[in-house]
């Protein structure tokens, strides 16, 4: 499947929940207005973040939403692909940011799920749990497609629900079931 196929499915839960997202989403782009805008910042757009923003260009808080509106999964929402950008030239002077990862999930409190999007490191195409509060920062999933796999067994499982608007979870089963949706991967520290 690929992230568009996986996003789709994860709007059909958060539509079964009562949560229709879509209504705060924005069409999707084209591929070489994703490219161009990765490549603006001196990073390469993967196969999966060119999908991913085709199928949609985020949904985020703007234009006064609550972010509890706009959430994916727990704690988190869809930056669209200028908020993207905006957010790595912002964070990008942090010592424990890498430049090679680009934000996709927000907190709205300075933590993010990002991507490496550098072609010459061993982890390109993983994503990293950047915590703002924390020095060692950890990739958490081999590929976008492992994250959002693990996002839609989790909604499936019923592991996350609405409680008063906002997405609740239990994140200890959703780590087990990415250590088995990445067939037993281990998150691990990045190394620049």
Sequence with gaps: MTTADLMQRLFEHL????????VHSRPGLPPERVREAVEGIGLEANQELVDLYGFRNGASGADG??????????????LTLDEAV???????????WRTA????????EGD????????ESPSYGAVVGFLL?????????RSLTDMLSTLDRAYAAGLFTLEDGALEGDFETLGAFAHEVQGG???YPFES
């Design 15 to 22: 539509e079964r929940l009562g949560k229709p997202l879509r």
């Design 65 to 78: 939403v609550i972010l509890d509106a706009v959430g994916l999964f727990p704690g988190h929402y869809w």
């Design 86 to 96: 905006e957010t790595w030239e912002a964070i990008s002077d942090d010592d424990r």
């Design 101 to 108: 990862w680009f934000p996709i999930f927000a907190t709205g």
């Design 112 to 119: 993010f799920y990002a991507v490496v999007l550098d072609p």
């Design 133 to 141: 509060g924390d020095d060692e920062q950890l990739v958490e999933y």
């Design 185 to 187: 991967f281990q998150p």
